[in-house]
């Protein structure tokens, strides 16, 4: 089996062990960050949606969190006051915000 190359306007950003992952969908008009990761790592998470292979000085326009587990959801707080942007989550998961 060879791999499949990701679409351009896709990127995963694979962190170490015991770290969690973040997937960038690149958009001109919308890019969108599905988890925030953990708290500890939020510095990190910003500095990576900074890079060249994230979005540089354009903001994230949308966070998504899959669900409500600390690796998903820790660095909220850090994405939504940089970025200014709405989160979105599965609705049966608004209870346990």
Request: net charge positive; charged share 20%; glycine share 8%.
């Given at each position: 089996m060879s791999a499949v190359p990701f679409p351009p306007q896709l990127h995963v950003f694979v962190r170490d062990w015991l770290s969690a992952n973040n997937i960038l969908l690149r958009s001109p008009d919308e890019p969108v960050l599905i988890d925030s990761g953990y708290v500890r790592h939020a510095?990190?998470?910003?500095?990576l949606l900074a890079s060249?292979?994230?979005l540089g000085q354009q903001p994230v326009a949308?966070?998504?969190n899959t669900h409500c587990h600390s690796d998903h959801m820790g660095g909220n707080a850090a994405i939504k006051t940089?970025?200014?942007c709405p989160i979105a989550l599965p609705e049966g998961e608004v209870p346990l915000i």
């Open positions: 510095p990190l998470t910003l500095a060249p292979q994230g949308r966070l998504v940089r970025h200014r």
